[in-house]
């Protein structure tokens, strides 16, 4: 009797093992995964990889280095910054280098990239515009990604093409 009664106590634990199993899966599970989602939009939305599934950087280029061709421009640029209404009266400049990624695998490289020195002006123009649209204390206090993106964006749009993939500054200095 004694035997019977430590198989049904066994048996009892077994099934309340299995209850709790059960209940575990169905409410902690999909409240971790709710959270795992939820930190991956907040890291996608500020450009972080933490290598969770899915949380990967929106807008990142997916152009192999070995297909990407540089474009430096010989001279650096000085590029007068908007005056700041709260700042200090003085003219500020911005000195940068810029590099330009190509990527070679695009369908418009071949066309665009025999007339790219003969456009360097153009090119020039829109970056002055894009940098010379922030006020010294914005481009102290702004991201170099955020204006490497808009410069970006702007060159997209003005080739209507993507061949252009990437814009770096090789040097950069505000005064």
């Not at 695998?105 to 020195?117: G, V, W």
Request: proline share 3%; with cysteine.
């Amino acid at each position: 009797m004694k035997k019977n009664l430590i198989s049904v106590i066994i048996l009892a634990l077994l099934v309340v093992n299995t209850v709790m199993t059960g209940f575990m899966m169905f409410s902690i599970i999909p409240a971790n995964q709710k959270v795992t989602e939820l930190v991956g939009d907040i890291s996608g939305a500020i450009k972080l990889d933490l290598g969770i599934a899915g949380s990967g950087m929106p807008g990142a280029s997916e152009v192999a280095i070995a297909d990407i061709a540089p474009y430096d421009f010989a001279d650096q640029m000085t590029i007068r910054l908007r005056p700041d209404p709260d700042g200090d009266g003085r003219d500020h400049f911005a000195v940068v280098g810029v590099t330009l990624s190509l990527n070679t695998k695009d369908e418009d490289y071949a066309t665009y990239s025999e007339n790219l020195a003969s456009q360097e002006g153009l090119i020039k123009g829109e970056i002055d515009k894009v940098i010379g649209s922030y006020t010294y204390s914005e481009m102290s206090s702004a991201r170099k990604e955020d204006i490497q993106d808009k410069i970006l964006a702007n060159l997209q749009e003005m080739y209507n093409s993507k061949f252009i993939c990437g814009v770096s500054f090789s040097s950069w200095l505000l005064q």
